[in-house]
C-alpha cells in the first residue's frame, strides 16, 4: 500500500510569519507552487499561505465589498479577518492557521479522505511538527497513472530507489527537479514536471538509470524552452 513518503515532495519552500507578502507571492510565482508552509523560528510549523489566501487583495481591487446592511450583520471578527487578508504585508497576517496535516506513514486514501473532508488541495507532511514534504492532489493523480495497469508488489524497495534518486539529485547544482515530483512502482521510474533543456531531460534519466534496482524509466517531463 501506497504511503504519504512514496509520493510527497520533499524540496518544500517555506516561509515565515515575518516574510512579507510580496515576497511569498514572488516564490509561488517562481516556484511554481500553489501553497507555501509557514514555519516558526524553530521550524515548527504554524500556518500554510496559499493561492486562496490571496485571492482577495486592494492592490489588484478584488478585496471583498458588501452590501451595508449584509455588512453591518456581520461580525467584527469576520470583517476584521477579511481586511487583514486583503490588507496585510506579512504572511502571518493573512496565512491560515490550523493546518490539516499527516505524517509519512499516512495512507494514499488516508490522505485522499482528508481532501475530501476538509476541502482542501494539499496536505504538509511532518515529523515531529517539522515539515518533511507536501501531498497535493496532482500527486495522487501521478501516483494513480503510475500504479495503473502496473502490480502493486513494489513496497520498501520502490521507497528505497525513490529516496535514493532524491538524494542524488540534491547534490546536482544543474537541476532544481527534487522540488518536483517522482514516483517509483515496482522499479519503474516515473519522472514528472518541468525541465528546462534536453540536456537536462537526458541527464535526469540518466541519474535515474543508475540507481540499483531501477528497471525501467517512463518520462512524463515536459520542456518549457
Do not use: C
Amino acid at each position: 500500500m501506497m504511503q504519504a513518503a512514496d509520493v510527497m515532495v520533499r524540496d518544500v519552500v517555506t516561509v515565515h510569519p515575518e516574510t512579507d507578502v510580496a515576497d511569498a507571492v514572488k516564490l509561488l510565482a517562481e516556484r511554481d507552487v500553489s501553497a507555501l508552509p509557514v514555519v516558526d523560528a524553530q521550524g515548527t510549523l504554524v500556518g500554510i499561505i496559499s493561492e486562496a489566501d490571496l485571492i482577495h487583495r486592494v492592490e489588484i481591487g478584488t478585496e471583498k465589498h458588501r452590501p451595508r446592511l449584509l455588512e453591518s450583520l456581520t461580525g467584527a471578527t469576520t470583517l476584521a479577518a477579511d481586511f487583514a487578508k486583503s490588507h496585510g504585508k506579512k504572511v502571518g497576517e493573512i496565512m491560515t492557521t490550523g493546518v490539516v496535516t499527516a505524517t509519512e506513514d499516512a495512507s494514499l486514501a488516508e490522505i485522499a479522505s482528508l481532501f475530501e473532508r476538509h476541502r482542501i488541495k494539499r496536505v504538509p507532511i511532518v515529523r515531529d511538527g517539522q515539515v518533511v514534504g507536501v501531498v497535493s492532489q496532482s500527486n495522487l493523480i501521478q501516483a494513480l497513472a503510475s500504479t495503473i495497469g502496473v502490480s502493486q508488489s513494489g513496497g520498501d524497495t520502490d521507497r528505497r530507489i525513490r529516496d535514493e534518486i532524491l538524494a542524488r539529485l540534491k547534490q546536482q547544482d544543474w537541476t532544481d527537479f527534487g522540488s518536483r515530483n517522482i514516483t517509483v512502482n515496482h522499479g519503474t521510474v516515473h519522472l514528472w514536471g518541468l525541465i528546462n533543456s534536453e540536456a537536462e531531460r537526458r541527464a535526469l534519466t540518466a541519474l535515474a538509470e543508475g540507481v540499483p534496482g531501477v528497471s525501467r524509466i517512463r518520462d512524463e517531463m515536459f520542456a518549457i524552452y
